[in-house]
């Protein structure tokens, strides 16, 4: 869904960020059409579908990518936000956070693109979120196997339904699964039902 997004506060701003975009196609030249964040709640994701930037004209359309996020151009042109204020937007919500992804690089690609859309250069960097899983075991004095099993037990229980917002509040919901056991053992007894309580506290969320 598009949604137009208020100045957020301080409070509102994510310490730790989950970010993920739908690109045009997986070829160079590659353009992003929806982006999606969330903090560690994986309830309050929010996400833009994004109208092509007049630069971006001529690039590759991939039948195949459209197949995967059934996002057609005709609804970017009709329900997309410009490039620069997407921009603007991912600016205000992501800039103070320290932002993750599992396809950093295609994830720093589009927003990059979308920086330079605005006239603008990214100093947003992204990192991949293994390394914040890895810091959670290293934390938890967790063995490597054990990460490994939790990550890929946790990947089987959360699907990637190929749209931004869910795809970022699938990174949230591993992330705790890896970190807080009580939680993780309540979404397994409740397993095909909604997300169960979250304890925010965790990650000390806020910036």
């Known amino acids: 869904m598009n949604v137009r997004f208020a100045q957020p506060s301080r409070e509102d701003i994510p310490k730790i960020a989950f970010l993920d975009f739908e690109g045009a196609s997986l070829y160079a030249d590659s353009y992003p059409i929806e982006i999606g964040w969330c903090g560690i709640d994986p309830n309050q994701s929010k996400s833009m579908l994004i109208k092509p930037h007049g630069s971006w004209e001529g690039r590759t359309w991939s039948p195949d990518a459209e197949a995967v996020h059934k996002i057609p151009r005709a609804t970017l042109a009709a329900k997309g936000v410009e490039a620069g204020e997407a921009w603007a937007i991912a600016k205000r919500w992501l800039g103070r956070a320290k932002v993750f992804s599992d396809a950093p690089s295609w994830e720093q690609h589009w927003l990059n693109e979308l920086a330079v859309a605005a006239g603008e250069r990214c100093a947003i960097k992204i990192e991949a979120v293994e390394t914040l899983w ?56 409740k397993r095909g039902t909604k997300t169960a309580p979250i304890q925010l506290g965790l990650f000390d969320q806020k910036a």
């Open 134 to 189: 890895g810091s959670i075991a290293r934390r938890r004095r967790m063995e490597p196997s054990k990460l490994l099993a939790l990550v890929g037990q946790a990947r089987q229980t959360f699907k990637a339904p190929h749209r931004a917002a869910p795809d970022a509040a699938r990174l949230a919901k591993i992330t705790l699964f890896i970190e807080d056991a009580q939680w993780r053992e309540e979404i397994l007894r």
